[in-house]
């Protein structure tokens, strides 16, 4: 079912799925993607999960304001889980999404109960990143694009020390050498997080989904 919930003065659309009576799973799309990014994987979680997928702000459905501060895209979704009367839920996010899920394990530990983040940057500056070039694509803010990615480049140096702060038990996934991003290097910098590599690059939950969903329920269940 799409839903939709104003929040953090931004229009949110979101996905949900499975028995409310379970407990809540969010799933973070990553950057130019929106709810559909997790077609399938929300519904093997939702056979034992509640399970939302929102549209991060400038993505899909959800409003674009413009205005694309990692830190308030995170303040984005706990004001979510605010809304959805939601106090502690289990965050799986890609790319984008998995910094904006680590801003909010960093920021609101007390609101995540376990952290799984597919192929992330870290909070550290990014070197030889192609300049982005606008096309017909839609779907998405290009003033999105081109905020993040100067976030990217080069992050508050806060940062860091944010990823100290997660209480959560956190899996980080890699890609591997086919990843743009240094997903160890996020990891050693998260306390006590377990790391896989997956040698597929940066879209794990597309590319080996079968080995994705059972990295991924290993660690939900362990």
Known sequence: MIREAHVNGVKLVYREEGDPASPPLVLIHGRSAN???W???????????????????????????????????????????????LPRVTLIAHS????????????????????????????????????????????????????????????????????????????VLSGGEKSPFDAGGLAARIPGAELVTIEVGHLIHMDARGRFLRVVDDFLNA
């Open 35 to 37: 709810h559909n990014d």
């Open 39 to 85: 077609n399938g994987i929300t519904q093997h979680f939702a056979a034992r999960y509640h399970v939302f997928a929102p549209d991060l702000r400038g993505h899909g459905a959800s409003g674009h304001p413009g205005d694309y501060p990692l830190p308030g895209m995170a303040e984005d979704i706990v004001a979510l889980l605010d809304h959805l009367g």
């Open 96 to 171: 984008l999404g998995a910094v904006v899920a680590y801003l909010v394990a960093g920021g609101h530990p007390e609101r995540v109960e376990r952290l799984v983040l597919e192929d992330a940057p870290p909070p550290l500056p990014l070197r030889g990143r192609p300049p982005i070039v606008e096309d017909g694509s839609t779907g998405f803010d290009w003033r999105m694009m081109h905020e993040t990615e100067r976030q990217l480049i080069d992050p508050d140096p806060a940062w860091p020390a944010w990823l100290g702060k997660i209480t959560a038990p956190t899996l």
